[in-house]
């Protein structure tokens, strides 16, 4: 399956996940290019799009592999698997805290994370490769209380799938290729999104109504 960009991808996600158009759903997306997939998600099904903030945690010999994430509100999540010193892992958390702060100040003007109790939480991205900042955003989310907790994806490989299904409580996936190199190799238009961008899709409103802690 290949999209032709992240609206494409947000349309068919969209569809995928129409059966929770009853359930009271709040889409909380993962800039940047989550966002873009989330916006058409939300005004599929007509509720409020918000943002959570997780950032990778990058090894030290090579800045692209993950070893894990963190998010706004104090989520970790550290691949046990990868060695790095302790020293390191401590400044490299604190760097990424630092991004997630400029961003929530950025996307939200430093309002906390919505009012989620009762509610069903859809944390959506534009596809995931290890799934670490996927769940650290879910972990962020799941502190908040939400009735139903769902990842939402277009693209993932099959043991990310597996891994996201130890986190939330539903997984809606549209495709788990085998043969998995990068997300962006299952979009024809991949560009990156910029801060501006966000910003602007998250002033869009939709109907419903999400309280800021």
């Known amino acids: 399956m290949v999209f032709a960009d992240r609206r494409d991808a947000g349309r068919r996600l ?3 996940l129409s059966h929770l ?3 009271q759903p709040f889409v909380l997306a ?4 989550g966002v873009v997939v989330g916006r058409v998600i939300a005004d599929h099904l007509a509720c409020p799009l918000d943002v959570v903030v997780p950032r990778k945690l990058r090894a030290p010999f090579n800045p692209e592999l993950a070893i894990g994430a963190v998010a706004e509100g104090g989520a970790v999540f550290i ?4 060695p790095v010193g302790a020293a390191y892992l401590e400044e490299e958390v604190r760097a990424q805290r630092r991004e997630i702060e400029r961003r929530v100040t950025a996307y939200r003007g430093g309002r906390g994370l919505p009012a989620l109790e009762g509610r069903t939480a859809i944390v959506v991205d534009d596809g995931i490769a290890t799934g670490a900042t996927m ?3 879910l972990r962020a989310v799941r502190a908040l209380g939400p009735a139903h907790l769902v990842a939402a994806v277009p693209v993932a ?3 990310g799938v597996a891994r996201l299904a130890r986190e939330a ?7 788990a290729p085998e043969a998995f190199h990068a997300v962006g190799q299952f979009y024809d238009d991949f560009r990156q999104v910029e801060d501006h ?8 409103r939709t109907s419903g109504s999400g309280d800021a802690r």
């Open 157 to 159: 490989p099959p043991e």
């Open 197 to 204: 961008e966000v910003i602007a899709l998250l002033q869009v």
């Open 169 to 175: 409580d539903e997984i809606v996936c549209l495709s």
């Open 21 to 23: 158009r009853d359930r």
């Open 79 to 82: 691949e046990a698997e990868v």
């Open 30 to 33: 993962i800039p940047r290019g």
């Open 135 to 137: 769940i650290a955003a």
């Open 14 to 16: 969209a569809a995928a």
